[in-house]
């Protein structure tokens, strides 16, 4: 059982203090009340800190004049979505169809390993859940973290 609002809270919290994130505003932009989700906080964390540094890299090496990162979430059906979405310069249309394969990275050698997107999916399958990607063409990314709910009496929601 997870509480999505209060760690995606605490994820903002710990990225803050962060030298990557001094320039670019950071938003949440999530319902007063979510539903409890089937993962834990720690691998949910290890997730959207990934996805995090992730944007807040790619906004570094863009020059974009007020770059933003911003945490928004839906509840459809049985399901939770959390979009991480950023005003960068967004990803190559090449890229896009192996951003999640192990050891992909368009970062310079030495400065990623290609792994984070990856391991994230592959955490949030193993629950139930997946992580997609929605590039729009005028720029920035969005990746999607679905998560499977907990129903009221404490099963999967179907």
Do not use: W
């Not at 903002?12 to 670019?24: I, M, N, S």
């Not at 792994?115 to 920035?140: N, Y």
């Amino acid at each position: 059982r997870c509480d999505v609002r209060s760690v995606v809270r605490s994820c903002v919290e710990l990225v803050k203090p962060q030298k990557r994130f001094k320039e670019l505003t950071l938003t949440i932009d999530l319902a007063d009340e979510l539903p409890m989700a089937r993962i834990t906080a720690g691998k949910l964390q290890q997730v959207l800190v990934n996805l995090l540094f992730n944007a807040a890299d790619a906004l570094g090496e863009a020059e974009i004049s007020a770059p933003t990162v911003r945490i928004h979430g839906e509840t459809l059906d049985s399901r939770l979505s959390l979009y991480v979405s950023d005003n960068g310069p967004g990803i190559a249309p090449e890229h896009l169809r192996r951003i999640f394969d192990p050891f992909f990275t368009t970062k310079e050698p030495g400065s990623g390993t290609g792994l984070g997107l990856s391991i994230s999916q592959q955490i949030l399958k193993h629950v139930g859940g997946d992580l997609r990607v929605e590039a729009s063409v005028g720029g920035g990314a969005t990746f999607v973290i679905d998560l499977p709910l907990i129903a009221a009496g404490g099963g999967v929601a179907l």
